[in-house]
């Protein structure tokens, strides 16, 4: 992926974490681990992020196919300092964004939603 590519999907992510500052970190992974773009604090590993993104879809997938519920729109995990929620972007990648403990989760579905639109169209462009 060219670096100009990697800049419009870092920028969507700052986009996402202004117009909803209780996400504070965020990264787009694809299906394999991945990372193909990334919002995060200098103590994140991002390889982490990455393959632990793609084993929650993974299982997530695998849970709403075998319970037969359709398809995954979103996996939540909340933990007591914050959540981390998971989100398809087409068929190749994934959104991942954590949150403080205090957020509005509607709220950071919302902008979540917006900025998958645009990844989307980002990365069928790539």
């Known amino acids: 992926m060219s670096k100009k590519w990697r800049l419009e999907l870092e920028s969507t992510l700052r986009e996402m974490s ?71 972007v087409g068929d190749s990648a994934l959104l991942s964004a954590i949150t403080n403990p205090d957020s509005n989760l509607g709220l950071v579905l919302l902008e979540m939603r917006r900025a998958s639109e645009k990844i989307q169209e980002i990365l069928t462009q790539i």
Not at 23 to 47: C, F, H, T
Not at 53 to 75: H, Q, Y
Request: charged fraction near 25%.
């Open 18 to 88: 202004r117009a909803d500052p209780q996400i504070i970190a965020s990264a787009i992974v694809r299906n394999d681990g991945l990372v193909l773009a990334s919002s995060l604090p200098k103590d994140s590993d991002e390889g982490i992020i990455g393959a632990m993104g793609a084993a929650v879809l993974n299982i997530g997938n695998r849970t709403v196919n075998e319970l037969k519920r359709g398809e995954l729109s979103k996996v939540i995990i909340s933990g007591s300092k914050g959540d981390v929620v998971i989100c398809g």
